[in-house]
């Protein structure tokens, strides 16, 4: 039924949608939230927002890749929020999205999640940052900390042996 009202594309199918959405079964939720997507009105926008904060991972997921879409900078937060989710294709997605956003504001978010240790979300990130004209951060703190102490320890000896 939700995907007939989505390619129907009346917009008068929106609110009964977003209740669907926000009332059924996984089900019907996950049928409601695509019909929705199909709509590029910027009213589903706070909608799907809405959603993608609800705990359900598969929704989570498709509603990341979604968001992306509609470039806008109100849905960097979100994706931000949902690229540190503790599963993967959540944030495998968020973090794709966030590239399709063309929000630079993107960035510094893409190069903390970048340190991952998912080598899949690490190589979105990657990719991510390169369409939005940046790069990883590829110096992580606990290399820059290392190289401090090692730094520290070659003082000291050069210290010790101008003392000596």
Same mark, same amino acid.
């Not at 940046?134 to 190289?147: C, D, M, Q, R």
């Given at each position: 039924?939700?995907?007939?009202?989505?390619?129907?594309?009346?917009?008068?199918?929106?609110?009964?949608?977003?209740?669907?959405?926000?009332?059924?079964?996984?089900?019907?939720?996950?049928?409601?939230?695509?019909?929705?997507?199909?709509?590029?009105?910027?009213?589903?926008?706070?909608?799907?927002?809405?959603?993608?904060?609800?705990?359900?991972?598969?929704?989570?997921?498709?509603?990341?890749?979604?968001?992306?879409?509609?470039?806008?900078?109100?849905?960097?937060?979100?994706?931000? %929020?949902?690229?540190?989710?503790?599963?993967?294709?959540?944030?495998?997605?968020?973090?794709?999205?966030?590239?399709?956003?063309?929000?630079?504001?993107?960035?510094?978010?893409?190069?903390? $999640?970048?340190?991952?240790?998912?080598?899949?979300?690490?190589?979105?990130?990657?990719?991510?940052?390169?369409?939005?004209?940046? %790069?990883?951060?590829? $110096?992580?703190?606990?290399?820059?900390?290392?190289?401090?102490?090692?730094?520290? $320890?070659?003082?000291?000896?050069?210290?010790?042996?101008?003392?000596?």
């Amino acid at each position: 039924m939700a995907e007939v009202l989505a390619k129907i594309g009346d917009r008068r199918a929106i609110p009964a949608l977003a209740q669907a959405a926000k009332m059924g079964d996984e089900d019907l939720r996950m049928a409601a939230v695509a019909a929705l997507a199909q709509f590029s009105e910027r009213e589903v926008l706070p909608i799907l927002i809405a959603e993608s904060e609800r705990a359900h991972p598969l929704i989570q997921s498709y509603l990341a890749n979604v968001l992306g879409a509609f470039q806008d900078s109100q849905v960097v937060p979100v994706l931000a %929020k949902l690229s540190t989710h503790s599963n993967r294709e959540v944030a495998f997605q968020a973090v794709c999205a966030l590239g399709e956003t063309g929000d630079r504001a993107a960035i510094p978010v893409l190069q903390r $999640v970048w340190r991952r240790r998912d080598a899949l979300v690490r190589r979105a990130c990657s990719a991510s940052l390169r369409r939005l004209g940046a %790069k990883p951060s590829w $110096v992580s703190p606990a290399a820059i900390v290392l190289g401090l102490a090692i730094l520290a $320890v070659l003082g000291i000896a050069v210290g010790w042996m101008v003392y000596k």
